[in-house]
């Protein structure tokens, strides 16, 4: 004689395993972690782009023959690198400081502060969310003291 | 069990990762900073009365460790190099800068015994170009 078991319904929590919910848990805190090191990444990437920016700006400006040239150059140049970095150009600010409030000439120390903003949250392939901070570059040099195209002393 | 370790895991990759970024970052300053000092180097230290009397473009030693230090106390890093610039000069009118930062761990000092920092090199040459 052939005995049909019924199928019974699973009730309860019998046959689950202990500790199930470290699953949802631990993947939750691996993509929590994830995120943090993307974030993290994209403040040190952010920060090589404008340091480099406020370099090349730097460079631009103190062969400009004037100074409102100079800027315009300096600005152009900053945005290309950002650009270059895969960054928004339209998002850089830059201020351009004479040491001294000297006017724009020999012997001037010069320094160009880059400010681009980071995003709160940085996603792969989606791109940022939100603003956390802004992140800032500065580099300093000096207009050459023997260059030609310029008045003024050539003493330091 | 395993949900504290991978807590522990995964801030411990995060702690490692923010120091390492430190040092990266301080890396990348020094040899900025360096560039710019053997930029303004190679400028601000020529050596005027050579070159008047027509011995060619060449560098004077204490213009050139002068603009250096000038330039780096422009830059604000003076108080975190951990020894004197290194100045040498190659050739008459090329300047190498080495310099030396401290760049300080955010989460390795506090651990028992961990470092409380590292110190970074940071080199560049520059050479006079004559137009």
Same mark, same amino acid.
């Given at each position: 004689m052939i005995r049909l078991r019924r199928f019974r319904r699973a009730r309860g929590d019998l046959g689950q395993v202990a500790g199930i919910e470290a699953l949802p848990f631990g993947v939750l805190i691996f993509v929590v972690g994830a995120l943090l090191i993307t974030n993290l990444w994209a403040v040190v990437d952010t920060k090589g782009a404008v340091d480099t920016a406020a370099r090349e700006a730097v460079r631009t400006y103190v062969e400009a023959p004037d100074e409102s040239v100079g800027r315009l150059r300096a600005d152009a140049a900053a945005r290309e690198v950002i650009a270059g970095y895969? *960054? =928004? /150009? &339209? *998002?850089l600010a830059l201020t351009v400081e004479h040491e001294g409030d000297r006017?724009? &000439? =020999?012997c001037v120390r010069v320094t160009i502060t880059t400010q681009y903003p980071v995003p709160a949250l940085r996603l792969p392939w989606i791109g940022g969310l939100g603003h956390l901070f802004d992140v800032h570059g500065h580099h300093t040099e000096r @207009?050459?003291?023997? =260059?030609?195209g310029l008045s003024g002393s050539g003493v330091c | 069990m395993l949900m504290p370790a991978a807590v522990l895991v995964v801030l411990l990759l995060g702690a490692i990762s923010v120091d390492l970024a430190i040092v990266h970052l301080r890396q990348h300053q020094a040899v900025a900073a360096a560039a710019s000092a053997a930029n303004d180097a190679v400028t601000a230290g020529l050596d005027q009365a050579a070159l008047r009397r027509g011995d060619g473009y060449r560098l004077d030693p204490t213009r050139v460790d002068q603009a250096v230090t000038e330039s780096i106390e422009a830059q604000g890093i003076a108080a975190d190099l951990t020894e004197a610039p290194t100045v040498i000069? @190659?050739? /008459?009118d090329t300047v190498t800068v080495e310099l030396h930062l401290r760049a300080d761990y955010l989460f390795a *000092?506090?651990?028992?015994? &961990?470092? =409380?920092s590292t110190i970074v090199q940071g080199t560049a040459t520059a050479t006079v170009e004559q137009r």
């Open positions: 895969g *960054r =928004r /150009p &339209g *998002r006017p724009f &000439g =020999r @207009v050459d003291p023997f =260059r030609a | 000069m @190659v050739t /008459p *000092r506090s651990l028992p015994h &961990g470092p =409380r």
